[in-house]
């Protein structure tokens, strides 16, 4: 189950949105994680919104968002929290 989740990162915008679609058409599947961390929370929602209103509409819904945050060491050795967002996607 964990080949249906995209993790948004520094790739095109239209990767993201791409690999969601492939996901529902081409694997068949019945839900997508979209999941994000910090800075590219706002992209896991655009893509979200792409995904279901432009390219799946009338297929498939927004049926769960999680939000949580996750500690961790950065490069300096500090701990620092960042927010992540799990957005699923599913069939209608």
Do not use: C, W
């Not at 694997?27 to 992209?43: D, M, T, Y």
């Amino acid at each position: 189950m964990a080949d249906n989740n995209i993790f948004i990162g520094n790739k095109p915008f239209m990767n993201y949105v791409t690999g969601v679609v492939m996901q529902f058409t081409t694997k068949n599947a019945h839900e997508v994680i979209i999941k994000a961390r910090g800075k590219f929370i706002s992209r896991a929602v655009d893509v979200s919104e792409v995904s279901t209103k432009k390219f799946l509409e009338g297929q498939v819904a927004v049926r769960e968002i999680r939000i949580d945050s996750e500690g961790f060491q950065n490069k300096e050795g500090k701990d620092v929290r960042v927010s992540t967002i799990e957005i699923t996607l599913g069939r209608i």
